[in-house]
């Protein structure tokens, strides 16, 4: 398996609070991305990395923050929390552009 | 940008075939096609880049027609275990962002 671990895998929050998700792998692997999966939408991205600090919006990117100061670390943050962003977020990796994804475990967060 | 994935949803009894379809409005660099059990993560089945090749794995095949941007993924003599959410992600030429379609729930019955 792929040494890609997310943290926390579940979280509840209130509405308004900042939370931030955690990316770690150890494969030293270039593209890192985030998505959120929710019922009838399958998964969307959310932002992505191809290197440290170089970073890029996906297709549902407001609301959302990212980070990438050391290979290994993605974070996505959220700034001020909402009902919205009640989801189960995924994690991937990818060595390069004809390379296929590992994913994270997932977490689960629900904002109240 | 999400490529679009059809059916949504489709159950089988053992041993029956399906072709789960996608489709894409931009120019890809490549296909990928993963299957995703409820309550985990997705996992990797394969990957179709740019030259129509088309791929297997055990009785679960693929193809990529790049003129028309579309990827179907064929499941042959389905069995229980290929009961899941199959997700196609694509890279559109000259990107690194891989998209993910809406998924096709595959549910195969005895």
């Known amino acids: 398996d792929a040494g890609i671990t997310q943290s926390p895998r579940h979280k509840v929050t209130e509405t308004g609070t900042p939370v931030t998700l955690r990316c770690h792998q150890t494969e030293n692997h270039r593209y890192m991305y985030w998505y959120r999966q929710d019922p009838g939408h399958g998964l969307r991205l959310i932002h992505y990395?191809?290197?440290?600090?170089?970073?890029d919006k996906g297709e549902v990117s407001d609301g959302y923050s990212v980070s990438r100061s050391k290979t290994e670390d993605f974070l996505l943050t959220l700034e001020s929390a909402t009902s919205s962003q009640t989801s189960v977020y995924f994690c991937a990796i990818r060595v390069q552009g004809d390379t296929e994804a590992f994913f994270g475990q997932g977490t689960r967060l629900t904002v109240v | 940008q999400q490529p679009v994935q059809s059916p949504q949803a489709v159950i089988l009894r053992e041993g029956e075939d399906a072709v789960i379809n996608c489709s894409s409005s931009?120019?890809?660099?490549?296909v990928h096609w993963y299957r995703q059990k409820h309550g985990e993560a997705p996992v990797f089945l394969m990957i179709?880049?740019?030259?129509?090749e088309q791929k297997g794995h055990e009785k679960i095949s693929a193809s990529f027609n790049e003129k028309k941007q579309q990827s179907s993924l064929y499941l042959t003599a389905s069995q229980l275990s290929y009961s899941g959410t199959y997700f196609c992600?694509?890279?559109?030429?000259?990107?690194?962002?891989?998209?993910f379609g809406t998924g096709t729930r595959l549910t195969v019955i005895p």
């Open positions: 990395s191809y290197g440290v600090k170089d970073t």
């Open positions: 992600g694509t890279v559109a030429t000259g990107a690194n962002n891989l998209f």
């Open positions: 931009k120019a890809l660099y490549s």
């Open positions: 179709l880049l740019k030259g129509g």
